[in-house]
């Protein structure tokens, strides 16, 4: 419908068609998806958009500092020259703002005529180009500002408006919703409609629960949790997404909940990432950075990986500070190669699970994809070994066999004295950790003094990260000549 091409005869070269081509019994035919598919080749053909997508809106409190004080129109034409073009500002953006025009372009870079908000530029020749416009007002409410861009490929032809013009969507600051209310934890804005917009820092594929949608974005504020009771998306790693939704509180993490799938819009396939903030030493993990894609340098791995729900807990110390990691399985991340005492790098997002009132705990390191969990040095392993002395002794004079196990404190032992059938003679030891000293006097599991003749020592040894070593040595129980 928006075609206007009606029954009408067109003249040829006016337009390319892009479409599916199907079949409806004996015809074929191309089935464009959308109004996009219908590319005028003339005038008024293009798209332009805007750099940055979004900006804050007004901060009156001045908490949310925002850095860009200038607004970048991209142009592209499919017309090899477009040498009129006229560009309709939103009011809401006020008088002051000043506009210049630059890129690839001959003839005048200044407005021929400016009339009411639209500005004329009569004699240019661009194919892609900048308009950058500074000293704006900002709204003080989200809203989208539609700029109205019309091209002609005549210096005097008829200006049609482009297909596709460019907007600036007017959000909140992501902080803002973050921001606690006089409780100190939950967000201010509980229960409210917002519209913010942030790149996806945290894919839906990895933390969508079974059958719904979550995922984290961030923009130059903060970050948050996207939350969907459907199942939405896919909303991929550095997907720019705007979000329109109700602020609410899950187990202590802020989420912003969209009342339906239009509620939630990608902007940008690929925009740029934030890159990660760094915590200093000794920083631990906390309300003001919850949804913050954080790095963790050089932290000691505390506690071996452990199985927690589906996904895994890993205890890490930043200096002074322990941070609990979450490893979702859909991170693909292997863990299996982490020990204790290991030095790794982490990065991930700032999550927090804390079940009970009044939600000031259960702060997670949440890893995205198996990048960010990061080997730097593994300490060297104590060794285990087992040694005898003497080979050959004799109970009877009250002579003891010395053993001794060498091994890290962490491994559990099990020694036995076994017979050569393999049979338990004597347990020495159980699960016990190393590194230990054990006299044996050559009595077994009932006190009784066992024959003379060849037995087998056999130490296992179950270490912290599961894995198992058993070493044997052999000795004999003699009795002293007479
Ligand atoms: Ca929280």
Redo the contacts with the bound molecule.
């Keep these: 419908p928006s075609s206007n091409l009606g029954y009408r005869t067109i003249p040829e070269g006016t337009f390319d068609l892009f479409g599916v081509i199907d079949q409806r019994d004996s015809l074929y035919r191309v089935v464009p998806r959308g109004p996009y598919d219908l590319r005028f080749k003339g005038n008024g053909s293009g798209i332009a958009f805007t750099l940055p997508p979004y900006i804050f809106v007004e901060d009156t409190s001045g908490r949310y500092s925002d850095p860009v004080g200038e607004i970048k129109i991209v142009l592209k034409t499919w017309a090899d020259t477009i040498k009129t073009f006229s560009l309709t500002l939103p009011e809401e953006l006020g008088d002051s703002l000043k506009l210049t025009l630059s890129g690839d372009l001959t003839g005048t870079t200044e407005p021929d005529t400016i009339i009411d908000n639209t500005f004329y530029f009569y004699s240019v020749k661009l194919l892609e180009d900048t308009i950058s416009l500074s000293d704006f007002s900002r709204p003080a409410d989200p809203c989208s500002l539609v700029f109205e861009i019309k091209t002609s490929v005549d210096s005097a032809g008829v200006m049609q408006a482009i297909f596709e013009q460019p907007t600036v969507y007017v959000v909140y600051p992501i902080a803002m919703v973050q921001a606690?209310g006089p409780d100190g934890?939950?967000s201010a804005m509980v229960g409210k409609s917002v519209r913010v917009a942030g790149v996806v820092t945290g894919p839906s594929e990895v933390f969508s629960p079974e059958g719904k949608t979550g995922f984290w974005i961030q923009d130059r504020s903060g970050g948050v949790n996207i939350f969907s009771n459907s199942l939405v998306g896919p909303f991929n790693l550095g997907q720019l997404v705007l979000v329109k939704g109700t602020v609410t509180?899950y187990n202590?993490?802020?989420e912003i909940s969209p009342s339906s799938s239009g509620d939630l819009r990608v902007l940008f396939d690929q925009y740029e990432v934030p890159a990660p903030e760094t915590l200093r030493v000794s920083e631990a993990l906390r309300?003001d950075i919850?949804g913050l894609y954080v790095y963790v340098k050089e932290a000691e791995v505390a506690a071996p990986p452990s199985q927690a729900g589906t996904g895994k807990n890993l205890y890490i110390w930043n200096g002074q500070a322990p941070i609990a990691v979450y490893v979702y399985p859909e991170t693909n991340i292997d863990l299996s190669a982490i020990q204790v005492g290991d030095i790794i790098n982490v990065q991930g997002i700032v999550g927090?699970y804390?079940p009970e009132e009044p939600?000031n705990s259960g702060y997670q390191l949440l890893p995205r994809v198996p990048g960010d969990i990061e080997i730097v040095t593994t300490p060297p392993r104590e060794a285990i070994d087992l040694s005898i002395s003497p080979n050959v002794f004799s109970p009877d004079i009250g002579e003891v066999l010395r053993i001794e196990v060498q091994g890290p404190a962490t491994t559990r032992f099990t020694l036995k004295v076994l017979d050569t059938e393999g049979r338990e003679i004597a347990r020495l030891a159980d699960s016990r950790s190393g590194p230990f000293t054990y006299l044996w006097k050559g009595l077994d599991k009932n006190g009784n003094k066992v024959p003379i003749g060849l037995y087998i020592l056999q130490l296992r040894a179950l270490e912290s990260d599961g894995q198992e070593e058993t070493i044997n040595k052999v000795f004999v129980i003699s009795t002293p000549f007479k």
């Design positions: 606690p934890l939950n509180e202590g993490t802020t309300e919850e927090q804390d939600y």
